[in-house]
């Protein structure tokens, strides 16, 4: 079960159930009944129950119209909780919850991207989630890609202000008596922009302003005042929490672009995968 698409036993296995019962009356009326004698209801009931978190899951950790990175911490405490053992599970019930709670501990591995990602999602900015030792250092991670981007725009502004000062050179200006005082005591103002801007993002607190499903238009809304956390979602929200929907692309472009298809323009290729997503 572990290795397998949940949602396609899933549907499976909600099909089965949807017709049990009339399948049960309809081989009853032909003396075949025991033909489903080795089919509970309890347990496909049980099955279909249990799966069911594990196929919204992966429909939505697989969605290619909107971010879906932020969603991986979620779905897995979720899964996690919905795993963990019920007073009322008979043993087998038991067993079928503690082998897909140790494959989760196992397979899911939750990464500072991802803890990056529902910080840059408003509605759990606060990181309750998680200890305030986890919190603090997933901030202390932003502030390192804020101060990033910042030394970068420096680098860029300042190479470009050399080019400036080298086109327009005159005579050099006369240096003053004092100047090497200037240059060792002159004031320095602290550049602590990176943690304002945190403390502004977190001082919004935004309630439903931003669904998780339209995060960009949200960081869009407000990069003039968050320009470098803008810019760090833009980067973190454009990595897809599965890989499903590349498969997908490429197993239709395989089926698009095939042996006798090679002289296929790109914008015909294109055309044909849109009308094939569009389905």
Not at 269 to 279: G, R, S
């Amino acid at each position: 079960m572990a290795e397998t698409r949940y949602s396609t036993v899933f549907l499976t296995l909600e099909s089965i159930q949807s017709v049990h019962g009339e399948l049960q009356e309809l081989l009853q009326s032909r003396g075949e009944s025991t033909r489903l004698r080795n089919v509970s209801p309890d347990v496909l009931a049980f099955l279909v129950e249990f799966l069911r978190p594990f196929s919204d899951a992966q429909k939505e950790l697989e969605g290619d119209k909107y971010p879906t990175l932020h969603l991986v911490v979620l779905w897995a405490n979720k899964l996690k909780s919905h795993c963990q053992p019920d007073v009322a599970d008979t043993p087998s019930q038991a067993v079928i919850r503690q082998r897909h709670l140790d494959w989760l501990m196992k397979k899911i591995q939750i990464q500072p991207v991802h803890k990056i990602a529902i910080f840059l999602w408003p509605k759990f900015n606060q990181l309750r989630m998680f200890t305030l030792a986890e919190r603090s250092d997933i901030q202390q991670q932003v502030r390192i890609q804020i101060n990033r981007f910042r030394e970068g725009e420096d680098a860029r502004q300042q190479e470009q202000s050399t080019q400036s000062v080298a086109a327009a050179a005159g005579p050099a200006p006369k240096r003053r008596a004092l100047a090497e005082f200037e240059d060792a005591w002159e004031n320095v103002r602290v550049d602590n922009e990176d943690t304002d801007e945190i403390q502004v993002y977190l001082s919004l607190n935004p309630t439903m302003e931003a669904d998780g499903r339209d995060l960009l238009s949200w960081w869009k809304q407000h990069e003039t005042t968050l320009p470098l956390l803008a810019r760090l979602a833009r980067m973190v929200f454009s990595v897809p929490a599965s890989s499903s929907s590349s498969e997908r692309a490429f197993s239709a472009a395989g089926r698009v672009i095939e042996e006798r298809r090679t002289g296929l323009s790109p914008e015909t290729v294109d055309a044909v995968l849109f009308l094939h997503d569009a389905k």
